[in-house]
């Protein structure tokens, strides 16, 4: 299957692209380049044929002779959703919607979206599942709960949309973060001996390791049509839901000499506890990776970097403060448009680029 991946440099798209690609598709990918730089030496590349260019500015040739698209660049979490919510707006759903009607218009069968389960927001102690209410608590959360309606309202004989609603990520990329919680708190222990939540613990959140999600949506492109049409699925495993206070416990196990410590009750009013049985017994995915075993992968990861301090204190693995360094700095301005005109200063080892005028 031929298969265009946008976000192919992110963070997930660094690991799922080379993934689709090994499992036998033919991936090319397609990129704002915005996070190229943060490249993670410890998790060697897998190059991807990738051409530059804003999703915002996508037209039907780039999609002409491709079977699926596998939709991920967008801002891609909820602090980085409220830097500009009206530019959130713009790029997680107008962008969105109207990319999925250009892959319908140009004969596009199969449209997978990387939604989240932050919709779910402030829930209940009680398991959510795909028919349970959205309770968006930020402009990301909300543009994608926006952009699931756009899509799946495409749905129809000729176009398969689906929707994975993807439980928190852990694991190491080539494109590494250490802004998501599970890596975070490894960093931080490795690096300071001290296991700090920014939250009193109680919060809910499920986890899923990122290559568990990576087999999960080439099941979701790979499944019959009549499984997957117009189908939201919760991505995950109902057994790693985790409080946050449950998540440092994990990654004390794997360095044992940290001391865990929490921080106050926080303003953020996220917690959710997510069914994953739909994915199960649907497309039949159970996660491979449980917390702690993904703890102790960062670990060894991390000795082999070594990570040093100046991971944590530099934007590169963070993308809210990339971002604001990109502007600050005059690379982007403030729709998120590159100014400099170097593409090669952008550019990953081993990809291949489309001329600068193209991003």
């Not at 192919?8 to 033919?26: F, K, M, N, T, W």
């Not at 943060?38 to 051409?51: G, K, L, M």
Request: hydrophobic residues 40%.
């Amino acid at each position: 299957m031929r298969v265009l991946v946008t976000g192919s440099d992110g963070y997930i798209g660094a690991v799922l692209a080379p993934a689709l690609q090994a499992a036998g598709h033919e991936v090319t990918g397609i990129d704002a380049g915005f996070h190229s730089a943060c490249q993670f030496a410890a998790v060697p590349s897998s190059p991807v044929q990738t051409f530059w260019k804003d999703t915002r500015d996508i037209e039907p040739e780039d999609l002409e002779g491709f079977q699926a698209v596998v939709h991920l660049a967008e801002l891609s979490n909820d602090p980085l959703g409220e830097i500009d919510p009206a530019l959130t707006e713009a790029i997680n759903l107008r962008a969105t919607a109207r990319l999925a009607q250009l892959a319908r218009r140009t004969g596009v069968r199969r449209f997978l979206y990387f939604s989240s389960c932050s919709v779910y927001g402030k829930a209940s102690d009680e398991l959510c599942t795909e028919s349970s209410p959205a309770h968006p608590q930020t402009a990301y959360a909300r543009a994608k709960c926006l952009s699931e309606g756009a899509i799946l309202s495409l749905a129809g004989p000729d176009f398969c949309p689906v929707v994975l609603r993807n439980a928190t990520v852990f694991g190491p990329s080539p494109r590494m973060r250490l802004d998501l919680v599970l890596n975070n708190l490894a960093a931080l222990a490795f690096l300071e001996g001290e296991i700090r939540m920014v939250s009193d613990g109680s919060p809910w959140r499920p986890l899923i390791h990122i290559r568990d999600l990576c087999r999960a949506a080439q099941l979701a492109l790979e499944a019959p049509d009549e499984i997957v049409r117009g189908e939201v699925f919760n991505c995950g495993d109902t057994s790693a839901n985790y409080r946050i206070r449950e998540i440092a416990v994990c990654v004390q196990e794997a360095f044992p000499s940290c001391r865990v410590v929490p921080g106050a009750p926080n303003p953020d009013q996220r917690s959710y506890r997510v069914s994953f049985e739909k994915i199960r017994s649907r497309l039949g995915f159970q996660a491979r990776y449980t917390a702690s075993e993904g703890a102790a992968e960062l670990r060894e990861i991390f000795e082999r970097l070594p990570l040093q301090p100046i991971h944590l204190r530099d934007s590169l693995f963070f993308r809210c403060r990339r971002i604001r360094q990109l502007i600050a700095e005059g690379r982007l301005d403030e729709q998120l448009r590159w100014t400099a005109r170097d593409a090669a200063e952008w550019q990953p080892a081993g990809a291949s680029a489309a001329s600068p005028d193209q991003r």
